[in-house]
Each structure stands twice: as structure tokens, then as C-alpha cells.
């Protein structure tokens, strides 16, 4: 595998790729997988999303969670990070607060944005805090920098 990343490559990647696939698991016991988005508040990753959701009512009934942040197209580029942890969930309006203002100007430029306004107006979104239990990250374009060196 290659490198790893460290503690801050690992933030400023996740600060770049907008997107992870988050894994919960149903009353069944089936693997749900779904892209969502995610931000990152004070260095810790949060996610929202609505109870009535899958993914919602999955976690609410099972915290345990693994999500995967990936990017790169070659080899030379790939790199990620996976997370096995749970979710808390966070009941605190000027949290919750934090959360849109950082989607709405990371996803979508401005609060103004019609696609923002519809997402965010369903109501009591879960925002949940990931709690990671154990964190692996890859990073091939250090392992290809020194095999070219």
C-alpha cells in the first residue's frame, strides 16, 4: 500500500474531496453504502442527514458507521482515507448552524442557492460527529515520489 498520510495531510484532503461513501447497517443486517457530504468543524468530521432517511434510521438504531474519502484517477495520484468508527449525535442549534453555513459555502458558494435552501428545509436534521475507532489512510503519489527518486 502507500504511504500514509499524517494527521494534517489527512485534514487538508478530507477539507478538499467533497464527497465519502458512508457504510451503516440496517435492522437486517444488509450493508447500506451512500455518498454524502461531509465537513470538517474544529478538525472533527460531521455529517447531517434527514431521521427519515435510510442511512438515518439505520443510525439511529446502530451507530456503527465506515466511510471511505478517496480521490485520484492514476496511481501516481491515488490516495484516501477510511474510518471505522461510530456517530454522536449533536443536538446543539449553533453547531447544527456551523454545519449549513460551511455547506452552503463549500457545496453550493452562498445560503442564497436554491439547492441549499431545499436541502436544509426538512425538518430535525440528524448531525451526527464521527467518532473514528480506527483510521487508515493511503497516499500512492508519495510511494510513487520515491520510487522515482
Known sequence: MG???????????????????????????????????HILLDGELYLETSPRSKKGRNLQANQKVALVVDGGDRFEDYKGVMIQGTVEFVNDPQRLQQFRDAMAQRYFGTAEHPGYTYLVSGPDPLLMKVIPKKVVTWDYSQKALKSDS
Open 3 to 37: 504511504a500514509h498520510m499524517s494527521q494534517q495531510a489527512m485534514k487538508v484532503f478530507l477539507g478538499q474531496q467533497k464527497v465519502c461513501r458512508l457504510a451503516t447497517v440496517d435492522r437486517h443486517g444488509q450493508p447500506h453504502v451512500v455518498p454524502v457530504w
